[in-house]
């Protein structure tokens, strides 16, 4: 533990992550009908002590849209990952471990969804299912499942061969007990390490899907909607676009740097689970 927090990337990473959080934590106190609340005659003010991040062209306080959209994109991008995470971690431990034909159909099954765009799928399912934070996360999952599953499933074949999965197979354990008690503790660092990664790529999937008004319904800000918003108004209250563009920049950068703060720290094939 000690040693992963004198790692610097993950020590930032981690610093930038945990300042976004808070912010999240903080918007729970923020009613959505005050933060959307229209006063024309204090719109488009530059930040000052009053308003952090100054006003929207409404007069709303964009801090608070700023505080709930990262309240929103926390929410949507661990939702992604976790459910992501759960059919990448069953799909890839039945084809990895069954191996032959199984393996070659699930595999087949798999490329299937690579060939087409991840982010260009989520556009037409979103576009099919309508604007909501459930389609969203419904959409992103369907689009995210495959990179767990291919890595958990090249994991499994090399896990398998290890003398320690043969001479549980030799004493009769069942597939099911081999997978759960030898296969899976010895994934935990790599998909941390995936994870971490996978939070960064779904924030800026679900930042472009807002931007485009397929996201979070209108009347929710995000981040996306908040940035496209702001490119009307680059001239007079440049601030409109900047801070939720600058949000979106170092949420991401967190997480990356976490990511490689834990590639560093985690090596999987030294700190295996016997």
């Not at 260009?120 to 309508?130: I, Q």
């Not at 007079?236 to 590639?263: Q, S, T």
Request: net charge positive; glycine share 10%; charged share 10%.
């Amino acid at each position: 533990m000690i040693k992963t927090f004198k790692n610097p990337f993950f020590s930032v990473g981690l610093l930038l992550v945990s300042i976004f959080a808070i912010i999240s934590f903080f918007s729970l106190s923020i009613d959505l009908n005050s933060a959307n609340e229209i006063n024309l005659s204090n719109k488009f003010q530059a930040p000052n002590l009053v308003n952090l991040f100054g006003t929207d062209e409404t007069g709303a306080d964009l801090f608070k849209k700023v505080a709930i959209g990262a309240r929103i994109s926390l929410v949507i991008s661990f939702s992604v990952v976790f459910f992501s995470l759960i059919i990448g971690l069953i799909y890839g431990s039945v084809a990895g471990y069954k191996g032959g034909r199984t393996d070659q159909f699930m595999m087949r099954i798999l490329d299937l969804f690579y060939a087409f765009p991840g982010f260009l799928l989520a556009l037409a399912l979103v576009s099919v299912l309508g604007p909501s934070v459930k389609n969203l996360i419904f959409a992103l999952t369907l689009t995210g499942w495959t990179g767990f599953a291919r890595l958990i499933r090249g994991e499994i074949l090399y896990l398998k061969e290890k003398d320690y999965i043969q001479a549980a197979t030799a004493l009769g354990n069942s597939s099911t007990r081999i997978v759960c008690r030898y296969i899976w503790p010895n994934l935990f660092g790599v998909l941390l390490v995936q994870c971490t990664f996978s939070l960064a790529g779904t924030l800026i999937v679900e930042s472009g899907l807002s931007f485009l008004g397929l996201g979070a319904p209108a009347h929710i800000p995000t981040w996306g909607s908040l940035l496209n918003t702001g490119r009307f108004y680059l001239v007079e209250a440049y601030h409109i676009a900047l801070f939720p563009g600058l949000c979106i920049v170092f949420l991401v950068l967190g997480f990356n740097l976490l990511g490689d703060g834990l590639k560093q720290v985690l090596d999987p094939k030294k700190n295996s689970v016997v």
